[in-house]
């Protein structure tokens, strides 16, 4: 799959919508860099939160909880390379 620019939102509970802007080549994979980024500005969603994952160019937007990428980060294996890129995923989310 292409690297592709997204930009990933979520509203908080106070209802302050934050985004972010990242190259990603999945939809987790844009996440886990969101999240990485939001956390470092002390901003980061709960497992509840409605992430929401626009792809750019032509443009698609996504909705995910950070619940259902942190299931699919812990389920099984499709492949060696799938095992490759949840453990970079899990590494991204963990630093």
Not at 3 to 12: A, H, I, K, P, W
Request: glycine share 6%; charged share 25%; hydrophobic share 35%.
């Amino acid at each position: 799959m292409p690297v592709r620019t997204c930009l990933v939102s979520f509203t908080d509970s106070d209802g302050i919508r934050h985004s972010t802007e990242t190259q990603a080549e999945s939809l987790y994979e844009a996440v886990a860099l969101a999240a990485r980024a939001f956390r470092e500005h002390d901003c980061y969603p709960g497992p509840a939160s409605r992430i929401e994952v626009e792809v750019r160019g032509p443009s698609v937007t996504h909705t995910v909880t950070m619940r259902k990428v942190q299931e699919w980060l812990d389920g099984a294996c499709k492949s060696p390379n799938e095992k490759v890129v949840k453990e970079r995923l899990k590494g991204l989310l963990a630093s």
